[in-house]
C-alpha cells in the first residue's frame, strides 16, 4: 500500500533547478533508500517531504491527503518525521528533553496547565518521560538521559536525533544520512536500528552515502542525478544500472575503455 | 532533572526535591522574602526591595522570551509604561477601581502584544531587534505628545490601589505584595519551563527547523511568551504606578528597555533565578551610585562593560560553572 | 507648495546625510564584528562637542574641526582595546550590552566634561541662507552633503584600492578565511572602530552648526542610523548610504506635511513597515537557511 505519493516535484532557486519533475512511491513498511551523487538534491527533496522548503510544483500526499505547501509542523502532524544531515539537536537542553521535546504533539498545552502545574500536566509529564526514556533505551543512549546535549558525542548525538524523531510516532521517517561521519562500527549500529525499525512495521526512507549500509538494509532505492531520477528498483537492479555507474563514476573514456577491455580479455 | 549534592542529613527523596530549582529554590526566595524586613534599616530600603521585586518581575517574563525562547525585545519598557498608563487612565479618567483597572491594562496590553507581535516575530535576529526597538520607541513618544490623555513629558498623577476601602499605601505593605507576587512569578516561570509549552520554547531555540519538523507550530509559541512577557511588564509597571502615585514617560524609553535587557543578560539567560539577580543587581547599583552623583553613569557604563567581559556568559551561569558543573 | 516641498527634500536630505554617515559607522563595525555598536551615536557626539568647545575656545575651525575628529577616533581605539577586543569571541548579546555599557559611560564622561547644556559650531562659510526657487537652503546643509560624499568616497577608494581596506572587507565576507589568508582579524576589529568613529564625528562636527549638540545628542541620532543601515540591509555600505537618505528624507517630508510632534516617531514607523513588508532591507541579501 502506498503511504507518500509524490508526482511532479520540483525545486528551484532562483535560476537553479536542484529538483526537477520528480515522481515517488513510498510503500508502507518498506525501506526505502534515496541515492545519488553530491548535488544530486537528495536533501533538497527531504527537506520538501518535511515540508522545510516549499516545492516550487508537484504534489506530496500522504495516504492521499495533499500536504505540499503547508507548513513544516502540519507535515509533522501527519506523521512524517526527520533526521537531519547537519544536527539539529537541541544543544540547550539533556538527551532526555530533547526526546521529550518530540512527544509535543502527544501532549496536551494549555498555557494554564503549564503555569500551575496541574495534576493533569504531572501526569502528562510522567507519561512524556516514560516514552523518552523507552526510546533513549531503543537507540543505546540509556543512562544518558541527564546528560546535556552539547556534552554528548556525535554518534550518540545522530541517535539521538532518530530517538527524537521517533517521539512523533511517525508513519514515514526520513533520515538524512543517519551515517554520515560515523565509523564502521558505529554505522553498524545505526544499520542495525534501522533493520530493527523497518521490522517494526516504520516505514523508513534513507539518504545515504553508505552504499554497504545502503545495500544492506533497502527493499527499495531510488537514484537521483541532477535533480532528476535516473532509475529506481531493487539493490540488485540499481547496482548494476549503466547509468548509475556512469552517474558515480563517469563515463571512462573510450581509448581507456579499449585498453581495459584489452587487459580483461 | 538538575540535581545538586546536598550535605543534608535528609533522606534522598526529600533531598532530591530540595534540590530542584522549582521547590527548593522557590522556597529559598520565598524565607529571603519574608526575612528580608529584618535586614532592611528604613523606608528607603523598602523602596528600593520593592523596586528590586517589581524589576524581577519584568526581567522573568523577559527572560522567557530572550533566553528561553531565544527571541529579542528592545522595547519592553513601551510595554511596562503602557500598563502603568492604562491603569492610571482607566482609574482617573473613567473611575475604575484599581483592583479592577490593573488586569484590565494588563489585558489592554496583553491584546495590543497580541495583535503587533504577530507580524513582528516574523523577524528574527537584528531585523527583530530593531522592530522592537521600533516599536518601544513609538509608543514612548506616543505617550509624550498625546499630553492630553496622558499628561505629557511631565507625566500624571495615579490613584492608590484601594482594597476593601483602604487605600493600600506604605512601603511595609507595598513590600509584602510585590514580594509575594515576585515568588509566584518565579514559581509560574519555573512550572512553564519544565512542561511541553517550555520545552516548545526552548526547542525553537535551540533549533528552530527541528522544532517545526516535531509538530511545533513555532510562530504561536513565540507569540504566547511575547504577550505573556508583555502582561508581565505591563502588570509591573502598573503597581509601580500606583506604588509611587505618578507615572513620567521616562518609563517607556529606549534606555528603560535597555536597562531591562541588561538585567536579564547580565543575571544569566534561560535562567529563572539569574533574572532576579539581574534586577536586584542593576536595581541596586545605581542607587549605591547616586552617592557619585556626577560620575554615575559614567561609573554605571563602566562597571558593565567590566561585567559583561569578565562573566560573557552572565552572572548566574557563570558562578554556577565556577561551582562545579551544576546543569543550568 | 513646490517651495515648500523643497525646502523639506532639502532639509531631509541634509539630516538623511548624516544618518548615511552613522549607518555606515554601523555596517562597518557589524561587517567586522557581527556585533551592533551602540556608541555610535556617542561618536558623532564626541565629535561635534569637541569642535564646539575648541571652537569656542578660540582654536582656528579647521584646526578644531581635525582635532575634533581625532579625540573620537583615539576614544573609540582605546575603548575597542580597552572593551571590545577582550570580548570579541563572546556572543553578539554580550557585544552588544558592552557598546551599550561603552555607550553610556562616553554619555557619562560628556556630561561631566560639558554638562548638560548646549552648544553650537559656528557655521563652516556664514549664516546667510541661500535662496533656491522659493525656498532657503542653508548653506552648512551644503557642506553637509558635499562633506557626506566625500566621506563616502573616500571609503569607497579605500575599500576598493588599497590593501588594508580589501582586508577588512574580506574579513566581512567570511573571518575564518580572511584569517586563514594572513589578514590580521583583530586589526580589523580596531581600524573597524576607528574608522566607525571617523565617519560619526565627521557627521557630528557637519551637523553641529545646524542642529544643536549636547552631551545626549547621540542617542536619537545612534538609533535613526541604526534603523537606517537595517533599511538599506544590514551590512550593506550602499544600502547604508541609500537607507540614511531615504530616512532622512521621508522623516523631512513627514514632519513637514504631516506631524511635526511625531518627527522623532516616524523614522521608526518607516522602519517598522520596511521590516514587516522587506526584512532584509532594501539592498540586504534575501536568504534561505541551509539545512
Request: charged share 10%.
Given at each position: 500500500m502506498t503511504l507518500l505519493a509524490v508526482q511532479?516535484?520540483?525545486?528551484?532557486?532562483?535560476?537553479?533547478?536542484?529538483?526537477?519533475?520528480?515522481?515517488?512511491?513510498?510503500?508502507?513498511?518498506?525501506?526505502?533508500?534515496?541515492?545519488?551523487?553530491?548535488?544530486a538534491g537528495k536533501t533538497s527533496l527531504i527537506n520538501m517531504l518535511s515540508g522545510i522548503y516549499r516545492p516550487s510544483a508537484g504534489s506530496i500526499a500522504l495516504e492521499g491527503r495533499e500536504l505540499a505547501g503547508q507548513p513544516a509542523h502540519r507535515f509533522a502532524a501527519a506523521g512524517i518525521a526527520r533526521t537531519f544531515q547537519n544536527l539539529q539537536v537541541f544543544f540547550n537542553m539533556?538527551?532526555?528533553?530533547?526526546?521529550?521535546?518530540?512527544?509535543?504533539?502527544?501532549?496536551?498545552?494549555?498555557?494554564?496547565?503549564?503555569?500551575l502545574r496541574t495534576p493533569a500536566l504531572q501526569r502528562g509529564e510522567a507519561e512524556s518521560r516514560r516514552c523518552a526514556r523507552e526510546l533513549l533505551r531503543l537507540v543505546g543512549l540509556c543512562g544518558q538521559e541527564d546528560t546535556r546535549a552539547d556534552a554528548m558525542p556525535y554518534g550518540a548525538l545522530k541517535r539521538l536525533e532518530i530517538a527524537r524523531a521517533l517521539a512523533t510516532e511517525p508513519r514515514l521517517l526520513l533520515l538524512d544520512e543517519p551515517a554520515a561521519g560515523l565509523n564502521a562500527t558505529e554505522a553498524r549500529e545505526i544499520d542495525t536500528?534501522?533493520?530493527?525499525?523497518?521490522?517494526?512495521?516504520?516505514?523508513?526512507?534513507?539518504?545515504?552515502h553508505n552504499m554497504a549500509l545502503v545495500m544492506e538494509v533497502s527493499d527499495h532505492i531510488v537514484v537521483l542525478d541532477h535533480g532528476r531520477k535516473l532509475t529506481e528498483g531493487t539493490p540488485e537492479e540499481v547496482s548494476s544500472h549503466p547509468g548509475v555507474i556512469e552517474a558515480y563514476l563517469g563515463a571512462a573514456e573510450p581509448a581507456l575503455q579499449d585498453q581495459a577491455e584489452a587487459a580483461h580479455a | 532533572?538538575?540535581?545538586?549534592?546536598?550535605?543534608?542529613?535528609?533522606?534522598?527523596?526529600?533531598?532530591?526535591?530540595?534540590?530542584?530549582?522549582?521547590?527548593?529554590?522557590?522556597?529559598?526566595?520565598?524565607?529571603?522574602?519574608?526575612?528580608?524586613?529584618l535586614?532592611?534599616?528604613?523606608?528607603?530600603?523598602?523602596?528600593?526591595?520593592?523596586?528590586?521585586?517589581?524589576?524581577?518581575?519584568?526581567?522573568?517574563?523577559?527572560?522567557?522570551?530572550?533566553?528561553?525562547?531565544?527571541?529579542?525585545?528592545l522595547g519592553h519598557a513601551g510595554f511596562f509604561a503602557l500598563g502603568g498608563y492604562a491603569s492610571a487612565i482607566l482609574a482617573?479618567?473613567?473611575?475604575?477601581?484599581?483592583?479592577?483597572?490593573?488586569?484590565?491594562?494588563?489585558?489592554?496590553?496583553?491584546?495590543?502584544?497580541?495583535?503587533?507581535?504577530?507580524?513582528?516575530?516574523?523577524?528574527?535576529?537584528?531585523?527583530?531587534?530593531?522592530?522592537?526597538?521600533?516599536?518601544?520607541?513609538?509608543?514612548?513618544?506616543?505617550?509624550?505628545?498625546?499630553?492630553?490623555?496622558?499628561?505629557?513629558?511631565?507625566?500624571?498623577?495615579?490613584?492608590?490601589?484601594?482594597?476593601?476601602?483602604?487605600?493600600v499605601q506604605g512601603e511595609q505593605v507595598w513590600y509584602w505584595i510585590t514580594g509575594a507576587l515576585l515568588v509566584a512569578t518565579v514559581w509560574l516561570a519555573l512550572n512553564l519551563i519544565d512542561s511541553p509549552n517550555g520545552r516548545a520554547l526552548r526547542a525553537l531555540h535551540g533549533s528552530e527547523v527541528a522544532a517545526q519538523t516535531l509538530g511545533i507550530d513555532c510562530a504561536r509559541f513565540k507569540l504566547q511568551v511575547f504577550t505573556l512577557s508583555a502582561m508581565l511588564a505591563a502588570l509591573a509597571g502598573a503597581l509601580t504606578a500606583h506604588y509611587a502615585g505618578f507615572i513620567t514617560p521616562a518609563k517607556a524609553t529606549f534606555l528603560h528597555s535597555v536597562e531591562l535587557v541588561i538585567m536579564v543578560v547580565f543575571g544569566g539567560m534561560a535562567s529563572v533565578f539569574g533574572a532576579v539577580v539581574g534586577a536586584a543587581v542593576m536595581t541596586v547599583l545605581p542607587q549605591l551610585l547616586t552617592a557619585l552623583k556626577d560620575y554615575e553613569m559614567m561609573v554605571f557604563g563602566a562597571v558593565l562593560v567590566a561585567t559583561m567581559v569578565l562573566f560573557p556568559q552572565g552572572l548566574v551561569p557563570t558562578l554556577a560553572r565556577w561551582w562545579g558543573g551544576r546543569p543550568q | 507648495m513646490g517651495a515648500a516641498w523643497l525646502q523639506f527634500v532639502a532639509s531631509g536630505l541634509t539630516t538623511g546625510a548624516i544618518y548615511a554617515l552613522v549607518a555606515l559607522g554601523f555596517t562597518i563595525v557589524f561587517n567586522a564584528s557581527g556585533a551592533i555598536n551602540f556608541a555610535q551615536g556617542e561618536f558623532v557626539m564626541v565629535g561635534g562637542m569637541s569642535a564646539a568647545t575648541l571652537a569656542a575656545a578660540g582654536v582656528p575651525l579647521p584646526l578644531a574641526i581635525l582635532l575634533a575628529v581625532?579625540?573620537?577616533?583615539?576614544?573609540?581605539?582605546?575603548?575597542?582595546?580597552?572593551?571590545?577586543?577582550?570580548?570579541?569571541?563572546?556572543?553578539?548579546?554580550?557585544?552588544?550590552?558592552?557598546?551599550?555599557?561603552?555607550?553610556?559611560?562616553?554619555?557619562?564622561?560628556?556630561?561631566?566634561v560639558w554638562g548638560k547644556g548646549v552648544f553650537r559650531l559656528p557655521a563652516f562659510s556664514g549664516e546667510e541662507p541661500i535662496a533656491i526657487a522659493g525656498a532657503t537652503l542653508l548653506p552648512q546643509s551644503l557642506w553637509v552633503l558635499g562633506g557626506a560624499t566625500v566621506a563616502v568616497l573616500a571609503l569607497r577608494y579605500f575599500y576598493g584600492r588599497t590593501l588594508a581596506g580589501k582586508a577588512m572587507l574580506a574579513t566581512a565576507f567570511n573571518r575564518l578565511a580572511a584569517q586563514l589568508v594572513g589578514i590580521n582579524t583583530r586589526a580589523v576589529l580596531f581600524a573597524s572602530f576607528g574608522l566607525a568613529a571617523l565617519l560619526g564625528a565627521v557627521g557630528g562636527v557637519l551637523i553641529a552648526p545646524i542642529a544643536f549638540t549636547s552631551y545626549d545628542a547621540g542617542i536619537m541620532l545612534g538609533l535613526k542610523g541604526f534603523a537606517a543601515a537595517m533599511l538599506g540591509g544590514l551590512g550593506s555600505f550602499p544600502g547604508a548610504v541609500l537607507g540614511g537618505l531615504v530616512l532622512g528624507l521621508l522623516e523631512g517630508l513627514g514632519a513637514g506635511f504631516v506631524s511635526s510632534a511625531y518627527k522623532d516617531a516616524i523614522a521608526f514607523v518607516v522602519i517598522l513597515a520596511v521590516l514587516f513588508f522587506l526584512p532584509g532591507g532594501f539592498l540586504g541579501a534575501r536568504s534561505s537557511d541551509r539545512v
Open positions: 511532479g516535484l520540483s525545486k528551484s532557486f532562483g535560476g537553479l533547478k536542484a529538483i526537477d519533475g520528480v515522481d515517488l512511491r513510498f510503500e508502507q513498511g518498506s525501506v526505502h533508500s534515496i541515492i545519488g551523487p553530491n548535488g539533556t538527551a532526555l528533553e530533547n526526546v521529550m521535546t518530540g512527544r509535543h504533539l502527544r501532549e496536551r498545552h494549555s498555557l494554564a496547565a503549564a503555569l536500528l534501522i533493520q530493527r525499525l523497518a521490522q517494526g512495521g516504520t516505514t523508513i526512507v534513507l539518504v545515504e | 532533572m538538575p540535581a545538586a549534592a546536598t550535605v543534608s542529613e535528609a533522606p534522598a527523596p526529600a533531598r532530591a526535591w530540595l534540590a530542584r530549582p522549582r521547590s527548593g529554590g522557590t522556597l529559598l526566595l520565598a524565607a529571603l522574602v519574608a526575612l528580608a524586613p535586614a532592611l534599616p528604613n523606608n528607603y530600603a523598602y523602596e528600593i526591595a520593592i523596586q528590586v521585586a517589581l524589576n524581577a518581575v519584568v526581567c522573568i517574563g523577559l527572560n522567557l522570551l530572550i533566553g528561553y525562547a531565544g527571541q529579542i525585545s482617573s479618567r473613567y473611575g475604575v477601581p484599581v483592583w479592577l483597572s490593573l488586569p484590565g491594562a494588563c489585558a489592554v496590553v496583553g491584546l495590543l502584544a497580541w495583535l503587533l507581535g504577530r507580524p513582528t516575530l516574523r523577524l528574527k535576529g537584528h531585523p527583530l531587534a530593531m522592530a522592537t526597538l521600533g516599536l518601544g520607541v513609538i509608543i514612548s513618544i506616543a505617550i509624550t505628545t498625546e499630553d492630553r490623555w496622558t499628561g505629557g513629558p511631565d507625566g500624571m498623577q495615579v490613584p492608590p490601589l484601594v482594597l476593601f476601602g483602604l487605600a | 581625532a579625540v573620537a577616533v583615539i576614544v573609540a581605539l582605546v575603548i575597542e582595546r580597552v572593551a571590545i577586543a577582550p570580548a570579541r569571541h563572546a556572543g553578539t548579546v554580550t557585544l552588544i550590552i558592552i557598546t551599550i555599557g561603552v555607550s553610556l559611560f562616553l554619555r557619562g564622561l560628556a556630561q561631566l
